[in-house]
């Protein structure tokens, strides 16, 4: 079975100012690492994923994460954050089916 | 065009009573997804179909019923609706599985329901 923890319920932060969401998985098989945005009263749009290969990988509007093996982490990253990022973050798993397994949401909250 | 859409948008309807909601796909997948995320914002899966073949059933009162009628089409319906069935739910496609792994699921907007 799989798991996710996201360890912050929220995050303020600057306009410009970088940001880090922290995501820590558990997993028995191979994982397969998403982060997904839901802006207000929206659906979620995937930001990126892992699936294997590079452990650095790089989704949109500039935003990347890191695979940690070792450390059972994916967390996400921006070097400088804007108003528009204002949004919930969610960190999935999947043990390699179409089962998505959803942490309980980063709600990062830009200030100007 | 917008990939998935669900109607309606905003559902208010009181206890008892039987919904549904509809969802469309136009992205040409062959699995979709019904999700349930409640007031804390958290989401979690309760069906999926491939094909209109039901692949994921999480432990969900049997009130609710996904029906796919074609792969393009996946349907919820709910039955005797409860205080605790107010959520947003959410719809969702994707390719499946493949040899690369799982396959980006897209969502639609998400359907707001409260159960008076």
């Known amino acids: 079975a799989q798991s996710v923890t996201q360890l912050d319920s929220q995050v303020p932060v600057f306009e410009e100012a970088p940001v880090e969401l922290r995501c820590n998985y558990s997993s028995s098989v191979s994982v397969y690492l998403f982060w997904y945005v839901q802006y207000p009263n929206q659906g979620l749009q995937l930001l990126l994923k892992?699936?294997?290969?590079?452990?650095l990988v790089k989704g949109i509007n500039g935003f990347e994460a890191e695979f940690n093996k070792s450390q059972t982490s994916f967390h996400l990253r921006k070097p400088s954050v804007h108003i528009s990022d204002t949004a919930e973050y969610f960190c999935a798993v999947s043990g390699g089916t179409d089962k998505l397994i959803f942490g309980t949401g980063t709600r990062l909250q830009v200030f100007p | 065009d917008t990939a998935v859409s669900q109607t309606p948008k905003y559902l208010v309807t009181q206890m008892g009573n039987d919904k549904s909601i509809k969802c469309e796909q136009n992205l040409g997948h062959d699995t979709m997804y019904w999700y349930k995320q409640d007031s804390k914002k958290f989401l979690k899966i309760m069906f999926s179909y491939n094909n209109k073949e039901l692949i994921i059933n999480e432990t969900v009162p049997n009130r609710f019923s996904p029906k796919s009628p074609d792969k393009a089409h996946l349907n919820l319906h709910i039955n005797s609706l409860e205080l605790g069935d107010s959520a947003v739910y959410f719809c969702?496609?994707?390719?499946?599985?493949?040899?690369?792994?799982?396959?980006?699921?897209?969502f639609g907007p998400g359907t707001r329901l409260l159960v008076l």
């Open positions: 969702a496609s994707s390719q499946g599985t493949g040899t690369s792994g799982p396959g980006t699921q897209y």
């Open positions: 892992y699936l294997s290969g590079s452990t």
